[in-house]
C-alpha cells in the first residue's frame, strides 16, 4: 500500500472543470510504484528488445503464471495471477468479474418480494442464507421484524443450518479433491446430496429455493418432512465422522494444512475476513451469539474455534460446526413438533400472499385448492393477491444493514428503500468478496501447490464474488 | 383511505409518506414526489385519486439522546476526532437514529480521520469495516453520489453506519484503505459501478466490469438493458420498460 495519504484531501474543482494531468487521483500510487520495489517498463514508444533485455536481466526464473479462470483447483471462474521465482509465489493477485451478472441492478426492477428470487442466486452454495438475511433486511425495513411467526423462525433457522452443512461438505470435499484427496470428495458430495433431497422435498428444488420470504416462508414443510430430516441426520453424522477419519490424523493432509495459509487476527481483521478463517485463529466470533437473529439465542451450540490460523484448523472448525449444526437442526426439529400446525407467514393482509403456495396433485402448477381459495372464497383476498403479486407492497423510505452468519462469515445486505414497491439499492456484503482479499496475504512467500491450498481454506464460491 | 383523518395513522408502515409530521418532514431528505394512487407513469390514473401529491422523505436527522449506546458512540467520536486532529465540529454533519441503527453523515474531506477515530480509540474499537456501499440519487442536487460504510465493533459488539456524500461534477471521495485495508476491492467496486473516485486508494481499477467498459452501471441514469422475450405467443417486455409501481 503505497502513497496512502493520511487525510486525503481531494483538491476542490469547480463544476466540469477537467482535471489537469497532475491532479492525477492515481499519480501518488503511481509515483511509489516508480521509486519503491519493482522496475516499471514501459512498452510504447521503445524497441521490444530493449525491453526483452532488461527483463532478462531480473533472471530466468522469474515468470508470470495466470492460473484460471478455467482451472478446476480455483473454484469456479477466479484467476490467480502468481508471480513466481522457482516454485515461490513472490506476489499474489487475484482477477475476478467472470461471473458478475448484475443481481443487485436487477433486483432495482423487480419487487421486494422478487428480490429474494434473485438473491438466492448469488452465492450458489448457501442460497438460503442469502434469502434469509434479506428477507430480515426487509423485515427491518418494514419494522415487522417481531411479528414474524415463531414457526417461520424455526424453520428459517433449520433451513440455515443443513445449508451450513452443504456447505461445508462442498468447502472440503472441494478443497479435498485439490490436494488429491479423492475419497473426501466422494463423501463429502454424497452426503451433501441427503441434504440436497431434503431441500427438494422442501422447497421443491435443490438450489434457488426462493423459500424464504419477506414475511415468512413461502409455504410450510410438506407432511412427514419432520420424519425425513430426522432419518437424515444420523447418517449424515456419520458421513461426516467418515470424513474426520479421512483427514483428521491422515499424514498427507497434514502435510499438505499444516501451516498453510497462514493469518493471524490481527491479519483478519484489518481485512474485514470473518466466519471459519477469523474462527481459526481462536476468535469466537460468531453473528448467531454476538448478535441473534431469528432467535438463535434460544438454541444450545458452541461456536467453534482453532487455535493454529491455518488450514488445517479451518478444516477442522468447518467439520465441528456441521455436527453443531446438526445439534440445532434437533432442536428446530422437537420444536416444530411441539409448535404442530402454526402460520408460516405474518398476519399482515397487506404483505403475506392470501394463500400459501401449493403444488397440484401433479406436481405441475399450482394447486386447485389454491385456486380455489383465491379466486372463489373472498373477493378481499382476490384484491390483494392481484395487487401483491402485479404491484407489489410499499417499503417505508429508509435505510438497514442486516448481518446473518454463513457458511462463510458475515453475510450482509445493505437495502435502501425510496418508499416504493421496488428497493432503491440492494448491496450485499458477501464473505467470499471480502474473505478472498486475504488470498495474497495468505499465499505470497510460499509455494504454488500451498496456494491452492489456501484458496481452498478460505472457500471463495464466485458466484457470491462477482454478483 | 386515511385522508380525512386528522393526525396521522401510527401504526400505517407508509411513514415516507403523510405520516411524518410537518416540521420533521421539512428537515428530512426529500427523495422523491409521487403523484397519484399507485405511483404509474405513463398511463392514465382512473382511482379518482390522481391529484394526490405525496412527497417521500428519508429518515430526518436525530435529536439527543439517541438512545442506547448510540450517545455514548457519539461523544467519543467527537472526542477522537480532537484528538484526530479535526477541531471544529462541522465534521459530523448530521446524525440520524432510525430503525436501531445511527448514521453518521460525515464531511467528505474529514472521512479519513473519521475512520481513524474509529478504529483507533479504545472506547469505539471498530476492528472491522464491514463493507462500503454506494447509492445514486440523482435528483439529490450537489450530493448526488452517496458512499456508506458499514463498521463492526466485536469488542463492544456495535454497528455504525457512515454516509459520505459526493457532487457527480467532482465524484471524490478519500480513500480509507490505509485505515481499513479490508475497504480495497470494496472501494473498487464502488468505483466500478458508481463512478466515485477515491483518492489515495493504491490502485482503484474495475473489479467486475471489464477494463474498457463504458459507464457506471449502477447509477441510475444507466439504462438496465434487456429485450422483448416472447413466449407463448405473448411478447414480456424487458424489465426497466414495464410498468412500474415505485
Redesign the interface.
Known sequence: MTGNVDRGTPPDRAAGDVAPDDTDPYGIALAGVADGDGRVFTASGGDWDDIAEAASSLGEERIVVNMGPQHPSTHGVLRLILELDGETVTEARCGIGYLHTGIEKNMEYRTWTQGVTFCTRMDYLTPLFQEAVYCLGVEKLLGITGDIPERASVIRVMMMELNRVASHLVALATGGMEIGALTVMTVGFRERERVLKLFELITGLRMNHAYIRPGGLAQDIPPGALDSIRDALAPLGEGIADIEKLANENPLVKARLVDVGYLDLAGCMALGVTGPVLRSTGLPHDLRKSEPYCGYETYDFEVCTWDTADAYGRMRIRINEMYESLRIVEQCLDRLQELGPAPVMIGDKKIAWPAQLAIGSDGIGNSLDHIRQIMGTSMEALIHHFKLVTEGFRVPAGQVYTAVESARGELGVHLVSDGGTRPYRAHFRDPSFVNLQAMAAMSEGGQVADVIVAVASLDPVMGGVDR | MSDELPTPDEAS?????SGLPATLAAEAEI??V?TGM??THGSGDTSGYGGLVRT????APSERPYGGDFDLVADRLAAALVVQ?VADAGAVEKVVV????I?FYVR??????VA?ALRDDPDLRF?????V????YPQDTGRELHA?Y?F?S?TH?R?V?VEVTA?D??P????I??V???A???ERETWDFFGI????????T?????DDWPGH??RKDYP?GGIPVEYKGATVPP??T?R???
Open positions: 408502515p407508509d411513514r415516507a409518506g427523495v422523491d409521487r399507485f405511483g417521500v422523505a428519508m429518515p486532529g432510525d430503525r436501531g441503527e448514521t467528505r474531506n474529514d472521512l479519513p480521520a481513524r476492528e472491522q469495516c464491514s463493507g456501499s454506494g447509492v445514486h456508506l458499514h463492526l466485536v459488539g454497528r453506519r457532487p461534477a467532482d471524490h471521495i478519500p480513500s484503505v490505509a481499513y485495508p479490508m480495497d476491492w470494496h473516485q477515491f483518492d489515495g486508494h493504491p490502485a482503484l474495475r473489479i467486475e466490469m471489464p452501471p449502477q438496465l424489465p426497466d414495464r412500474s409501481y415505485s
